[in-house]
C-alpha cells in the first residue's frame, strides 16, 4: 500500500478499465515461415513470445469491447465500484493510428457501439504515448470543466456548455495493418488490441498526481509512416502530364518503417526522463510507486528503465511476452491486467509511461 499523503490530488480517479485482444495468436515459430526469423532471435532482443493479430476484427470492435468491459457492461474488466452507464460519459477521447475510417473518427464508432449517446468524440494521434497522453488530456479537461463549475456556481452564473464529470480514454490499434510483412526489423515487434479506462472527476478524491508529456522533433525519420494519401496529383497543379504521370507512379510506401537501435536509444533515455519528471511533479520518490506500467516496446527498455531508477524489475509490468507492442493501447492494456489480476489495489500508486512516433514521450503517476 502506497503512503498516505503523498503527492498531489487533482481528482480525476480511474473507476473502471478494460481491455481487448483479437482471437488469433500468432507465435514466434509462425513469423519465421513469413520472414527470415527465429523464436531464438525474438525472444532474447524483445521480450515477445506471441501477440494477437486482428485478422477479422476492426478497431471499433476492439475498443468497444474494451470500453463495454471498462464500463461493467460485460464481464473480465475492472470496476472501482458498480457498472457505469454509458449515457454517463461525457466525452471519448481515442488514440490511435490506425482507424477504421478517416471519418467518422474511430471515438465517434466506439461511442455508437457502446450506447453513449451523450459523449463529445474525438481521435488523437500521438502514436504509442497514447496512454499518456489520453489520460493526462482527459485529466486536464476534468479538472478545467470541475474549476468552471465550481467558479460559476460561487458567481451565480451557469457553467460553461459541455460541463464533463466522466471521460472515457479508449487506445485501440491495429498496426498489423501499418506493417511491412516482409520486414523482419519491424513486423515481429507490433500486435494488435485495445484498453481503456473511465475517468471521473472527483472532489474529495485522490486520482491523477501528476502527468508529463514532451515532444521531440523526428528530423531523422527514426519513426514514421507515411499518410496512406501520399501526394497524389492535383488537378490544379501545374504540371506536364510526363511530370503528373511520374508523381502518380511514384512509389507510395504504406508501411511504418523505423530505425530499430536509434529508436532504442530515445526510448530508454525518454522513459528515464519522463518517469522522473512525472515522480518529481508528484512529490513521489521511486519506492512511493506500487506498480510501474510502461509501454511495451521492448522488454529490454522497461528492465533498463527498472534499472536505472533503482527499482527491482518486478515493480514494472510486462506485457509485450503475450502482446507484443499494441502503440497507444499497451500501457492501457498492461494496466488493466495489473488491475484485473490484483496486483494494483485501491489506494496504490501507479506510474504510466509511454514513448513513440512524434517523437512523443509522458509519464503520469495516479492513485488507483
Ligand atoms: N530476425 C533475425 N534477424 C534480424 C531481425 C529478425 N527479426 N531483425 C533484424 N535482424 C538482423 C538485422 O538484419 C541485422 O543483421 P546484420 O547484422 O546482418 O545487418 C542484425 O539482426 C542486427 O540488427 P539490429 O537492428 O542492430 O538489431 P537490434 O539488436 O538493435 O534489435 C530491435 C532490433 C528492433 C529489437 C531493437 O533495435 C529495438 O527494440 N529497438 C527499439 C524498437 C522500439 O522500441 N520501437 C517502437 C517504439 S514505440
Redesign the pocket.
Known sequence: MAPEGKGKAVGSVIIGSGKSLPERVVTNDE?GQI????DE??VP??GIHTRHIAVHETGTDLGAQASARALGLEAGGWLREKAIDPASIDMIICPTLTADAHFPSQAALIRERIGAVNAVCFDMSC??SGCVYGTSTADMLLAASAADIAAAKAAGRPPRPNPLRRILVVATERLSRLGDWND??????FGDGAGAVVMEWRDDADGMLSSYMENTDDADHV?WCDSAFCDRPLPFDAVSDEAARAAAEAPCDPYMR?A??A??KF?TSAMVRCIEEALSRAQLSPEDVALYVP?Q??E??IRYAAKKMGMPSERFQVTIDHTG?V?GASALIALNEALVEGKLAVGDIALMAG???GLTAGACAFRI
Open positions: 513469423l520472414v527470415d526469423t527465429t532471435w525474438i532482443r524483445t502514436a504509442c523482419r526489423a519491424t513486423c515481429i515487434l519513426l523505423m530499430g537501435q529508436v532504442f526510448a509501454h516496446a521492448n529490454r527498455i507492442n502503440s514513448f513513440g512516433g
